[in-house]
T-cell receptor
């Protein structure tokens, strides 16, 4: 079965630090890689996404780094804030009409300590 | 624009019963996908509908079914409920236009089977 492996399961970072979450995928047909943020009692919210034709994408304090040859991608949260404390999910899919759904990683529970 | 809405938000059912969940996508979005979220299995793709047709289906038994109406609203049905069906059921909508693959999630329906 197609898989996306996410690490670490949990992460504690001091306020102002950099949070880094990593994901690895197996299916080379994947061509769309989003990251979602989920707070307790809420649905996942799309944070940022990347296509494999670029190696990095930055939106505010959030950056995705993508390594196509290694089949890995990561989320960096710069200047982490207590409000960033949430569960983060990486995902992958094959885009286009008739594409399969998103395949998610197991999630990373991030705690930002003040 | 209003986001994805799901009703009901919470539901308690007894094993053997059936249940129907409802999802209204973001205005203009024609694709609706359903996901199951559990602590053990994480987020798993159930199925996706586009223009009232099921385009893709995940690895779930036939007890899980859905449909989409002409206004893009979607319903998901689970028959003969089992204890293991207790989960957060999430609906996501997407524009599904060329180059646009973002999926936006609703708050979910928390189903408890006793």
């Amino acid at each position: 079965q197609q898989q996306v492996k996410q690490s670490p399961q949990s992460l504690i970072v001091q306020k102002g630090g950099i949070s880094i979450i990593n994901c690895a995928y197996e299916n080379t047909a994947f061509d769309y890689f989003p990251w979602y943020q989920q707070f307790p009692g809420k649905g996942p919210a799309l944070l940022i996404a990347i296509r494999p034709d670029v190696s990095e994408k930055k939106e505010g304090r959030f950056t995705i780094s993508f390594n196509k040859s290694a089949k890995q991608f990561s989320l960096h949260i710069m200047d982490s804030q207590p409000g960033d404390s949430a569960t983060y999910f990486c995902a992958a899919s094959i885009s286009g009409l008739g594409a399969d759904g998103l395949t998610f990683g197991k999630g990373t529970h991030l705690i930002i300590q003040p | 624009k209003a986001g994805v809405t799901q009703t009901p938000r919470y539901l308690i059912k007894t094993r053997g019963q059936q249940v129907t969940l409802s999802c209204s996508p973001i205005s203009g979005h024609r694709s609706v996908s359903w996901y199951q979220q559990t602590p053990g299995q994480g987020l798993q793709f159930l199925f996706e509908y586009f223009s009232e047709t099921q385009r893709n289906k995940g690895n779930f038994p036939g007890r899980f079914s859905g449909r989409q109406f002409s206004n893009s609203r979607s319903e998901m049905n689970v028959s003969t409920l089992e204890l293991g069906d207790s989960a957060l059921y999430l609906c996501a909508s997407s524009l599904t236009l060329q180059g646009t693959y973002e999926q936006y999630f609703g708050p979910g329906t928390r189903l408890t089977v006793t």
